[in-house]
């Protein structure tokens, strides 16, 4: 018996490999096949696994080469643009002393009787070898000119973004904690209302109510002596700052609140909440670094947007920045000036888009984390 019934085991044994038909044995096959690949790989160190998968390095390579790329198709299109013109430069620089002799003579001074692939590639290879030029305007050197401007410029871009950043998060948090009361109410209205007015309306009337009409507390003209830089003089600052940070705020604002009233609603602040965790520790330990990743790519949004929106500012306080110089350098026709300030306008957006990714990824603990 013992006999028969060994037998029977290997025929019932093949009897169910044959029912189970050639696919199943191929299946099988290719899972001991790969299963012994897969032990046979060679393991890689913890170290160059960290390297070669870590998401902040992958984000800034792949917007470095994307910014590089941007930069050199924003100055195409700038050459391009500022090429077709009406007018002539040189013309334009001499004015009613021009005749064709000066003429001539500044348009080869200038390579206006050049080709327009040879001009790019002159003004091109002066930017990466710092020969920049001169101004058509009063022939200064073009970064004696630009710089103090600039300089000016940033200090107005950043104190309004850091004091409006601030503002926005606070006043956002605060709604959200006092969801539906008065204040959330007055403030929603408030900052929609803020939503619809430009740049020149908001600057106007505070104008009109703190140095003009209402009250005289503040200079209605930022008008610092040449030589100087803003922070000399912090009082010509209020009212700029001031007009940049109403127009800012608002969108912060409505970003925290919406990501702070989502936070504070998810099942692990509830979880929190079932264990006994005070409330302060909550809302800062649980829900404020989960609603300030997607509020730091509005802050970033923010600054990109101060630095097309200083223009409008500094043109109706006459504070003497980057704006104000690209507004008088258009009147002037001043070619060289006109693109040298939009391509570091261009390079300042490169720059803050990998600046506000990197730091979103950082605020993100689960995103940040080589897996």
Known sequence: MRANLAGKWPTAERGHRRDAGPHTITADRARRESAVAVAAAPAKPPAARRLEAHPIA????????????????????VFLATQVLPGNAAYAVLGRSANPVRLHALERQLHLDRGIFEQYWLWLSGLFTGRLGTSLANGQSLWALVQPRLVNSAVLVFVTGLIGSVAGVALGAVAALRKDSWFDHVTSVAAL??????????????IILLATVVAHLLPAVSLLPPGTYAWSQPKLLILPVATLVIVIVPYIFRMMRAAMIEALESDYVEMA??????????????????????????????????????????????????????????????????????????????????VTDVIALLATPRRRIAR
Request: glycine content about 6%.
């Open 273 to 354: 909440r079932l264990k006994g965790v005070p409330e302060w520790q909550i809302v800062l330990a649980h829900a404020l670094p989960n609603a300030i990743a997607p509020t730091i790519q509005v802050i970033g949004l923010n600054f990109l947007y101060l630095a097309g929106g200083v223009v409008v500012v500094e043109f109706v306080f006459n504070f003497p920045g980057i704006g104000q110089g690209l507004v008088f350098a258009v009147q002037n026709r001043d070619i060289p000036v006109i693109q040298f300030i939009v391509l570091v306008l261009a390079a300042f957006y490169v720059v803050m888009n990998i």
């Open 193 to 206: 209302a803020v939503t619809a007015l430009p740049e020149f309306v908001v600057a106007i009337a505070l």
């Open 58 to 77: 992958e984000l800034v390579a792949r917007r470095l080469a994307a910014g590089v790329l941007t930069l050199l198709v924003v100055s195409v299109v």
